[in-house]
Every structure is written in C-alpha cells, then in structure tokens.
C-alpha cells in the first residue's frame, strides 16, 4: 500500500465550477498537510498548509483534514483557467526538518 | 520566482557522460534537497542536506553524488547514468520548521535525458 494516494486525473471542469482534489493516506503519525500547484516547465511551489486536523481557507482556496479518517481535501471555488495545473497532496511528521511524502499529483483542466 | 534557480535547465547525455547539475538558493535556508520526478510516480526524495552535512540518502544509485559546499549551493554530480534517469530532477530548500515556517521551496528543475 503506498503511503499517500491520489487520483492522477486528468479533471477536466468549466470554468466556475468548484473542484474538489482529494488524498489518503496511511501514516496516522503524519501532522502536517500540505498542497503544492505545480504549473507545466516549473517546479511545485506550496498553496497551502494545515496542521493537525480542521480547515482552513485562503481566498478561494480551502484546505480539509480528517485524520479520523486519514483522508484531505482541497477545494478550490469559482475556478479560473489559471488554475489549471497539477496539484499534489503532501504530508510530514512533526519536529526536525522536513521529510516530505507527496503524493503523485492530479492534473487540473479547467476549460474557458 | 520562487528564490530557488538550477542551471541547466535541460540537459541530454550519454551514458558514459559526466555532468552535474547546480541548484543555488537565496532565501537564507538551512536546508537543501535533491528530488527525481518521473511521470505517474510521487517525487522522490535523494538527498537532503541541513547545515552543509548530508541527512538522508534515500538508497539512490552511486552513480549519483552530491555536493554541497555551503548553505546556498548544492550539485548532483552525474556519471555513467541509464536511460530510465531520465526525468525532472527538482532542488529545494527549507527552514527548519517553526510555527512560521512549513514547506519546502523548490527550483524550476532540470529535464535530464539519458541517451
């Protein structure tokens, strides 16, 4: 079983829409939660983060954990053309520096 | 710009080539990080270095070494590689975490093709 699993997509949505990227994962010890948005020819830069279980949102951007359930979200509302990307779900322990465990990443299209 | 440059950008070799490959960071972090990327696979961690000294060698090939002579610079020196190297090798820097600081910063990446 890998470590954290996530659709590979492509997600192809019209503009406007809102769209839901998920991950699971197997490690309970993990406590950060991260999302990175990687463009084509460029290397992933991080959208956001959450500690530990909850919500939280920046613009139009909202990130979820459910540790109960080992499984985040992002949600990404009145979605623009610019947001088409890769998006990958990416997970740390606490302390230290960072080992990060990524996800494979889903492919975003969203269509004008 | 994320802060984070690696020269070259592409690059095909040889197999029986010597290159390397240069990532600087201006951002003051303390630690760097070399990845592969490859289509449908999750990024790969080889190295991790913090504070010049080399913390993690996730069981990669000896055919790849890196370097690290300062806080700001780190290289992967290449040398008689295969063809399924070929991929986006990423650099990355971070803090150590803190409350204010969670994530790593990564470069635009080098597109290595093994011939």
């Known amino acids: 079983q890998k470590e954290v699993e996530q659709d590979p997509g492509p997600l192809s949505v019209p503009e406007g829409a809102i769209v839901s990227l998920n991950c699971t994962y197997s490690n309970s010890a993990f406590q950060y939660f991260m999302w990175y948005r990687q463009y084509s020819r460029k290397g992933p830069e991080l959208l956001m983060y959450t500690y530990s279980s909850g919500n939280k949102e920046d613009g139009r951007f909202t990130a979820q954990v459910d540790k109960s359930s080992k499984y985040i979200s992002l949600f990404i509302r009145d979605s623009q053309p610019s947001d088409s990307a890769t998006y990958l779900c990416?997970?740390?322990?606490?302390?230290?520096?960072?080992?990060?465990?990524f996800g494979t990443g889903t492919k975003l299209q969203v269509i004008p | 710009e994320t802060g984070v440059t690696q020269t070259p950008r592409h690059l095909v070799m040889g197999m029986t080539n010597k290159k390397s490959l240069k990532c600087e960071q201006h951002?003051?972090?303390?630690?760097m990080y070399w990845y592969k990327q490859s289509a449908k696979k999750p990024l790969e961690l080889m190295f991790v270095y913090n504070f010049k000294e080399q913390t993690e060698n996730n069981s990669v090939p000896s055919r790849f070494s890196p370097e690290c002579p300062n806080s700001s610079h780190l290289f992967l020196h290449l040398h008689t590689l295969q063809p399924e190297d070929s991929a986006l090798y990423l650099c990355a820097s971070s803090q150590e975490r803190t409350s204010l600081s969670v994530g790593q910063f990564f470069g635009p990446g080098t597109r290595l093709t093994v011939l």
């Open positions: 990416a997970m740390t322990l606490s302390g230290g520096y960072q080992k990060v465990t």
């Open positions: 951002l003051g972090h303390n630690a």
